[in-house]
């Protein structure tokens, strides 16, 4: 009987011998090799000198057998500012820029993680840089996984000092690290064509006067510097909050925002109490979207907002404290996706925190202010303090008010027409995937029936407008699915 246990015992111990010897043989067959979950790294355009977000991708071995490979590296080195870290280990300096010996069982697999620090490259256009990271396997089999991006030069400006009258012209990119700071007595003028992006929280912080001299088809776009993407579907550039926004000061008039894109900011402007006499601010032609906190904050000055969209904000859209505002051809919408408890479109008060702000005339012409709620119109008066304003051929979505001195000829919106989408007065209201397009459709009621005698000549992007104009910044033109209809 122990010679029969024995023997059992003996051939136990040959059988788990051979399996651990097996376990332990990596293959030198080159048909076994390695599976990629992609085969190409790509990073969005980025800005040299500005170190990318991490993209990773996995290292399977469905070969059947167990893999070795002798190196795992990129082709350049560190030339071409990629980094890379393989299964927990970086390569850096201390590994030669490589990882020696890394063995992948049958059936396991390893992860990647990738970055850029793109290099300067001296060009002025963005330029592709490529590397690619080999795997070098036992057997003598070459794999490569292709990293790629696009490298963009750019003047990058921890703060910005503007002491005496300067223009911003084209040229490089302009990153902004903290703040534009703009004295008063100077003024900044930012030509048309010129982009800047600002680092998150940084701000333009106007004491003096900025002018944004866009034109037509060659705006001044004031943004986040992020060029990259939050999720595949969602970039950065489309997030609220991804810089801090303009604060006009006290002793700042004269202001021009001007064919001006203007989107992604905190609260993307704010005005100071000022001499309601003087003009403080004057926005035309202009885009104010996407943003974290208000669109217009404007407390106790002269504002003037022409054929400008204001639309999806935390906070409202615009709201005016006190002061003289004139609002002629805007559209004001308020579907801000990111937070339900979103504000109001638009809102006006002649008070604010038991200070007396009185509204010598607010005046909204042929104009649409709407949203997702059912009421986007706030007023907060005091009936002891004077309050001038006026709707006149607006399209609301308010509860309907008789009072035909203040509102006169308004479409009073009905809230089942565009509770929860929006499609029928714009092209595209899609919260899931955060596409907009508030151009008007051919059957909103904005579509002409704006004020003929006090309409602006054309529209928010230059189009003429016909004898019979729309509500709105927006002139309708027919699209080409509508004109095949």
Known sequence: MLKKHTAYLISLIALLISACANDDSFTLQSSRVLTFSSDTITFDTLFSRIPSSTRTFWVYNKS???????????????????????????????QG????????????????????????????????????????????????????????????????????????????????????DIAEGATLTISQGKTIYLHDKAMINVHGT????????????????????????LPYDEVSGQWGGIHFYETSYGNIIRHTDIHGANTAICCDSADVTIEKLTIENSTIHNNQGYGIHATNCKVNIYNSQITNTLNDCIAIIGGETYINHCTIAQF?????????????????????????????????????????????????????????????????????????????????????????????IDSEKLKYDFRLTEISKAVNTADATTSLPSDRNATPRDTKPDMGCYEYVATASEEKE
């Open 64 to 94: 059947g057998k167990n893999i070795r490979c002798t190196s795992i590296k990129l082709e350049n080195g560190n030339q071409t500012g990629f980094r890379v870290n393989v299964n927990g280990i970086y390569l850096g300096k201390e």
């Open 97 to 180: 820029f490589q990882l020696l010996n890394e063995e992948i069982r049958e059936n396991d697999s390893i992860r990647v993680f990738v970055e850029i620090t793109p290099p300067d490259n001296g060009m002025t256009d963005p330029q592709l840089i490529e590397d690619n990271l080999i795997f070098m396997l036992e057997s003598g089999v070459r794999q490569e996984v292709c990293l790629e991006s696009y490298a963009w030069d750019a003047e990058i400006i921890e703060s910005l000092s503007i002491l005496s009258d300067t223009t911003l012209t084209t040229g490089k990119p302009l990153i902004i690290r903290n703040s534009i």
């Open 210 to 233: 900025m002018i944004c001299a866009g034109e037509p088809g060659n705006e001044v776009i004031l943004r986040g510097d992020r060029l990259d993407n939050m999720f595949d579907y």
């Open 336 to 428: 801000y996706p990111f937070d339900g408890n979103r504000g109001a479109a638009f809102s006006f008060a002649n008070n604010k925190n038991g200070t007396a702000y009185p509204i010598t005339a607010c005046t909204i012409r042929n104009s649409i202010v709407t949203g997702y709620a059912e009421d986007v119109v706030m007023a907060y008066l005091s009936d002891t303090i004077n309050s001038e304003f006026k709707f006149d051929h607006c399209m609301l979505r308010t509860p309907e008010i008789s009072d035909t001195l203040r509102c006169s000829n308004i479409i009073w919106e009905n809230t089942t027409d565009t509770i929860a989408t929006g499609h029928k007065n714009f092209q595209l």
